[in-house]
Protein backbone atom coordinates (compact mmCIF):
# COMPACT_ATOMS: atom_id res chain seq x y z
CA UNK A 1 0.00 0.00 0.00
CA UNK A 2 1.36 2.87 -0.94
CA UNK A 3 1.37 5.90 1.84
CA UNK A 4 1.53 10.06 1.55
CA UNK A 5 2.41 11.52 5.00
CA UNK A 6 1.87 14.92 5.59
CA UNK A 7 3.06 16.43 8.99
CA UNK A 8 5.20 19.04 10.75
CA UNK A 9 4.98 18.75 14.55
CA UNK A 10 6.26 16.78 17.08
CA UNK A 11 3.35 14.47 16.97
CA UNK A 12 4.00 13.77 13.34
CA UNK A 13 7.58 13.52 14.11
CA UNK A 14 6.56 10.26 16.78
CA UNK A 15 4.06 8.58 14.16
CA UNK A 16 6.43 8.77 10.78
CA UNK A 17 9.35 6.99 13.74
CA UNK A 18 6.36 4.86 14.76
CA UNK A 19 5.80 3.74 11.10
CA UNK A 20 9.37 3.90 9.76
CA UNK A 21 10.26 1.25 12.99
CA UNK A 22 7.27 -0.97 12.04
CA UNK A 23 8.42 -1.48 8.55
CA UNK A 24 5.19 0.67 7.10
CA UNK A 25 7.24 3.17 5.88
CA UNK A 26 5.48 5.78 3.55
CA UNK A 27 6.56 7.07 0.25
CA UNK A 28 6.29 10.61 0.37
CA UNK A 29 6.19 13.42 3.05
CA UNK A 30 5.02 16.54 2.81
CA UNK A 31 5.79 19.15 5.45
CA UNK A 32 6.68 22.55 6.13
CA UNK A 33 9.82 24.64 4.57
CA UNK A 34 11.61 25.83 7.15
CA UNK A 35 10.82 29.33 7.16
CA UNK A 36 7.62 28.39 7.83
CA UNK A 37 8.76 26.28 11.34
CA UNK A 38 6.61 29.20 13.28
CA UNK A 39 3.57 28.35 12.12
CA UNK A 40 3.97 25.71 14.84
CA UNK A 41 4.76 26.13 18.48
CA UNK A 42 6.03 22.33 18.49
CA UNK A 43 7.32 22.30 15.00
CA UNK A 44 9.34 19.29 13.97
CA UNK A 45 11.96 19.16 10.94
CA UNK A 46 10.35 15.28 9.94
CA UNK A 47 13.43 15.58 6.86
CA UNK A 48 16.26 13.92 8.88
CA UNK A 49 14.04 10.79 9.42
CA UNK A 50 12.53 11.02 5.74
CA UNK A 51 16.12 11.05 4.62
CA UNK A 52 17.49 7.97 6.82
CA UNK A 53 13.97 5.62 5.54
CA UNK A 54 14.84 6.94 1.87
CA UNK A 55 11.03 9.11 1.28
CA UNK A 56 11.15 11.25 -0.71
CA UNK A 57 10.61 14.94 0.67
CA UNK A 58 8.22 17.45 -0.90
CA UNK A 59 8.03 21.22 1.22
CA UNK A 60 4.93 23.04 0.82
CA UNK A 61 3.59 25.83 2.77
CA UNK A 62 -0.17 24.76 1.45
CA UNK A 63 -1.03 21.28 0.65
CA UNK A 64 -3.90 22.41 -1.27
CA UNK A 65 -2.26 24.39 -4.25
CA UNK A 66 -1.98 23.10 -7.60
CA UNK A 67 1.86 22.77 -7.60
CA UNK A 68 1.64 19.72 -4.16
CA UNK A 69 -1.52 17.90 -5.47
CA UNK A 70 -0.11 17.57 -8.95
CA UNK A 71 2.43 15.61 -6.98
CA UNK A 72 0.72 14.22 -4.83
CA UNK A 73 -1.20 12.37 -8.30
CA UNK A 74 1.86 11.79 -9.44
CA UNK A 75 3.15 9.39 -6.64
CA UNK A 76 -0.17 7.74 -6.49
CA UNK A 77 -0.81 7.03 -2.87
CA UNK A 78 -3.88 4.68 -1.74
CA UNK A 79 -4.22 6.28 1.23
CA UNK A 80 -2.90 10.11 3.06
CA UNK A 81 -2.03 10.06 6.67
CA UNK A 82 -2.64 14.21 7.61
CA UNK A 83 -0.61 13.71 11.26
CA UNK A 84 0.12 17.13 13.10
CA UNK A 85 -1.28 19.82 10.18
CA UNK A 86 -3.35 23.23 10.60
CA UNK A 87 -4.87 23.49 7.17
CA UNK A 88 -8.26 22.17 5.84
CA UNK A 89 -7.54 19.55 3.31
CA UNK A 90 -9.56 20.90 0.50
CA UNK A 91 -11.81 18.04 -2.00
CA UNK A 92 -8.83 17.80 -4.72
CA UNK A 93 -6.32 17.05 -2.18
CA UNK A 94 -8.14 14.30 -0.61
CA UNK A 95 -9.56 12.45 -4.00
CA UNK A 96 -6.28 11.61 -4.78
CA UNK A 97 -5.95 8.75 -2.58
CA UNK A 98 -8.39 6.25 -3.79
CA UNK A 99 -8.71 4.58 0.04
CA UNK A 100 -8.80 8.39 1.66
CA UNK A 101 -6.96 11.07 3.85
CA UNK A 102 -6.71 10.09 7.79
CA UNK A 103 -6.17 12.47 10.28
CA UNK A 104 -5.48 12.78 13.42
CA UNK A 105 -7.00 14.66 16.50
CA UNK A 106 -6.06 14.96 20.14
CA UNK A 107 -9.54 14.62 21.50
CA UNK A 108 -12.72 11.91 21.95
CA UNK A 109 -14.51 12.94 18.96
CA UNK A 110 -17.19 14.18 17.61
CA UNK A 111 -16.44 16.37 21.15
CA UNK A 112 -13.44 19.53 21.19
CA UNK A 113 -13.77 19.63 17.54
CA UNK A 114 -11.00 22.11 16.12
CA UNK A 115 -8.25 24.19 17.46
CA UNK A 116 -5.85 24.11 20.69
CA UNK A 117 -7.82 21.11 21.79
CA UNK A 118 -5.13 20.08 24.45
CA UNK A 119 -5.05 23.57 26.54
CA UNK A 120 -9.06 23.80 26.20
CA UNK A 121 -8.93 19.80 27.72
CA UNK A 122 -7.40 21.51 30.58
CA UNK A 123 -8.98 24.56 30.64
CA UNK A 124 -12.45 23.00 30.79
CA UNK A 125 -11.11 20.49 33.77
CA UNK A 126 -12.66 17.49 31.41
CA UNK A 127 -12.18 14.42 33.16
CA UNK A 128 -11.83 12.18 29.95
CA UNK A 129 -10.43 12.58 26.58
CA UNK A 130 -9.91 10.12 24.04
CA UNK A 131 -7.08 10.10 20.73
CA UNK A 132 -9.11 9.73 17.51
CA UNK A 133 -8.29 8.65 13.94
CA UNK A 134 -10.68 9.50 11.30
CA UNK A 135 -11.44 10.11 7.73
CA UNK A 136 -11.22 13.99 6.70
CA UNK A 137 -13.92 14.84 5.45
CA UNK A 138 -15.51 18.44 3.84
CA UNK A 139 -16.24 19.38 7.72
CA UNK A 140 -13.74 20.31 10.34
CA UNK A 141 -12.75 17.16 12.75
CA UNK A 142 -16.81 15.56 11.52
CA UNK A 143 -15.78 12.36 9.24
CA UNK A 144 -16.11 9.14 10.39
CA UNK A 145 -13.80 7.52 13.35
CA UNK A 146 -11.48 4.58 12.72
CA UNK A 147 -9.82 4.24 15.70
CA UNK A 148 -10.32 6.34 19.54
CA UNK A 149 -8.79 5.80 22.78
CA UNK A 150 -10.54 7.05 25.82
CA UNK A 151 -8.56 7.86 28.81
CA UNK A 152 -8.62 10.03 32.00
CA UNK A 153 -7.38 13.25 32.50
CA UNK A 154 -5.07 13.37 35.48
CA UNK A 155 -5.65 15.75 38.42
CA UNK A 156 -2.78 18.27 37.81
CA UNK A 157 -2.53 17.36 33.90
CA UNK A 158 -0.46 19.86 31.98
CA UNK A 159 0.13 20.66 28.42
CA UNK A 160 2.97 18.58 28.40
CA UNK A 161 2.10 15.25 30.16
CA UNK A 162 -1.12 15.65 28.15
CA UNK A 163 0.62 16.04 24.97
CA UNK A 164 2.78 13.19 25.38
CA UNK A 165 -0.44 10.57 26.04
CA UNK A 166 -1.56 11.73 22.81
CA UNK A 167 1.31 11.32 20.91
CA UNK A 168 1.84 7.76 22.56
CA UNK A 169 -1.27 6.23 21.57
CA UNK A 170 -0.70 7.87 17.96
CA UNK A 171 2.66 6.34 17.67
CA UNK A 172 0.31 3.14 18.27
CA UNK A 173 -2.49 3.54 16.69
CA UNK A 174 -1.20 5.09 13.47
CA UNK A 175 0.83 1.40 12.73
CA UNK A 176 -2.71 -0.19 13.82
CA UNK A 177 -4.62 1.94 11.29
CA UNK A 178 -2.46 1.03 8.35
CA UNK A 179 -2.62 -2.89 9.24
CA UNK A 180 -6.28 -2.48 9.03
CA UNK A 181 -6.32 -0.72 6.02
CA UNK A 182 -3.72 -3.36 4.76
CA UNK A 183 -6.41 -6.57 5.94
CA UNK A 184 -9.20 -4.49 4.06
CA UNK A 185 -10.75 -2.40 6.41
CA UNK A 186 -12.81 0.43 5.22
CA UNK A 187 -15.09 3.50 6.23
CA UNK A 188 -15.61 3.95 10.18
CA UNK A 189 -18.15 4.85 12.83
CA UNK A 190 -20.18 8.00 11.96
CA UNK A 191 -19.81 11.07 14.37
CA UNK A 192 -23.00 11.69 15.93
CA UNK A 193 -23.77 15.44 15.82
CA UNK A 194 -25.44 15.83 18.35
CA UNK A 195 -22.69 15.48 20.57
CA UNK A 196 -20.69 17.69 18.78
CA UNK A 197 -18.33 20.37 20.77
CA UNK A 198 -16.30 23.08 18.91
CA UNK A 199 -12.68 24.69 20.19
CA UNK A 200 -11.62 28.48 19.07
CA UNK A 201 -8.74 28.75 18.12
CA UNK A 202 -5.96 29.77 20.85
CA UNK A 203 -3.11 32.16 20.15
CA UNK A 204 0.06 33.61 22.78
CA UNK A 205 -1.30 36.46 24.03
CA UNK A 206 -4.05 34.45 25.62
CA UNK A 207 -1.85 33.24 28.27
CA UNK A 208 -1.76 36.68 30.11
CA UNK A 209 -3.09 35.88 33.60
CA UNK A 210 -5.87 37.65 34.70
CA UNK A 211 -4.63 38.36 38.91
CA UNK A 212 -8.69 38.94 39.40
CA UNK A 213 -9.49 35.42 38.77
CA UNK A 214 -9.56 32.91 41.15
CA UNK A 215 -6.30 31.21 42.11
CA UNK A 216 -7.45 27.23 40.99
CA UNK A 217 -8.55 29.20 37.64
CA UNK A 218 -5.20 30.93 37.23
CA UNK A 219 -3.17 27.69 38.00
CA UNK A 220 -5.29 25.83 35.51
CA UNK A 221 -4.08 27.92 32.45
CA UNK A 222 -0.50 27.69 33.50
CA UNK A 223 -0.64 24.02 33.66
CA UNK A 224 -2.93 24.17 30.56
CA UNK A 225 -0.57 26.71 27.71
CA UNK A 226 3.00 25.84 28.76
CA UNK A 227 5.35 23.70 27.04
CA UNK A 228 4.78 22.53 24.22
CA UNK A 229 3.16 26.05 24.08
CA UNK A 230 4.03 29.47 24.77
CA UNK A 231 2.60 29.48 28.30
CA UNK A 232 1.66 31.62 30.49
CA UNK A 233 2.76 35.09 31.28
CA UNK A 234 2.69 38.61 33.26
CA UNK A 235 4.64 41.70 33.56
CA UNK A 236 6.71 43.11 36.44
CA UNK A 237 8.18 46.76 35.75
CA UNK A 238 7.33 46.47 31.80
CA UNK A 239 9.30 43.74 31.44
CA UNK A 240 7.19 40.07 30.57
CA UNK A 241 7.59 37.00 32.83
CA UNK A 242 6.78 33.50 31.71
CA UNK A 243 5.01 31.29 34.85
CA UNK A 244 6.56 27.69 34.25
CA UNK A 245 4.72 26.52 37.66
CA UNK A 246 2.35 27.78 40.19
CA UNK A 247 0.80 25.90 43.47
CA UNK A 248 -2.29 26.96 44.97
CA UNK A 249 -2.25 28.04 48.77
CA UNK A 250 -5.50 27.49 50.12
CA UNK A 251 -5.53 30.12 52.70
CA UNK A 252 -7.65 32.95 52.07
CA UNK A 253 -7.33 35.81 54.42
CA UNK A 254 -4.12 35.35 55.80
CA UNK A 255 -2.93 37.93 53.21
CA UNK A 256 -4.15 41.29 52.66
CA UNK A 257 -3.36 43.26 49.98
CA UNK A 258 -4.27 44.33 46.31
CA UNK A 259 -5.45 41.84 43.81
CA UNK A 260 -1.95 40.68 41.71
CA UNK A 261 0.53 42.03 44.43
CA UNK A 262 3.27 39.71 45.42
CA UNK A 263 2.59 39.30 49.17
CA UNK A 264 5.73 37.37 50.39
CA UNK A 265 9.00 35.71 49.33
CA UNK A 266 9.55 31.72 49.73
CA UNK A 267 12.16 29.40 49.63
CA UNK A 268 10.45 28.00 46.38
CA UNK A 269 9.56 30.95 44.81
CA UNK A 270 7.15 34.31 45.52
CA UNK A 271 3.38 34.39 46.72
CA UNK A 272 0.97 36.22 44.67
CA UNK A 273 -2.74 37.08 46.05
CA UNK A 274 -5.80 36.13 43.33
CA UNK A 275 -9.09 37.52 42.92
CA UNK A 276 -10.66 34.80 45.15
CA UNK A 277 -8.19 35.64 47.99
CA UNK A 278 -6.17 33.06 47.38
CA UNK A 279 -2.72 33.25 46.94
CA UNK A 280 -0.49 31.11 44.02
CA UNK A 281 2.88 30.58 44.77
CA UNK A 282 5.04 30.39 41.98
CA UNK A 283 7.46 28.00 42.24
CA UNK A 284 9.19 27.87 38.39
CA UNK A 285 9.35 30.85 36.05
CA UNK A 286 11.35 33.10 33.52
CA UNK A 287 12.65 36.47 33.90
CA UNK A 288 12.73 39.10 36.97
CA UNK A 289 11.99 38.16 40.58
CA UNK A 290 9.36 40.69 41.41
CA UNK A 291 9.78 42.49 44.68
CA UNK A 292 7.33 42.33 47.78
CA UNK A 293 4.58 43.39 46.94
CA UNK A 294 5.04 45.14 43.52
CA UNK A 295 2.06 44.94 41.37
CA UNK A 296 1.90 42.50 38.99
Known amino acids: MRIAF???????????????????????LLTLPGAKASRHSDHADLVPIARRAAIEVVETANVNDAATIATLRQFAPDVILVIGWS?????QFRNVAPRGCLGFHPAALPRFRGRGVIPWTILCDQKITGSTLFWLDDGVDSGPILLQRLFNVAAGETARTLYDKHTHNLAEMVVEAVDLLENGATGGTEQDECNASYCARRKA????????NAAAEIERLIRAVGDPYPGAFTYFRDRKIGIIRAVVQADAGKYIGLTGQVQAHTDAGFLVLCGDGNCLEVTNWQGEKPSVHAKL
Open 6 to 28: VGAVEGSRIALEALVSAGRVPGL
Open 87 to 91: QICGT
Open 205 to 212: EDGLIDWR
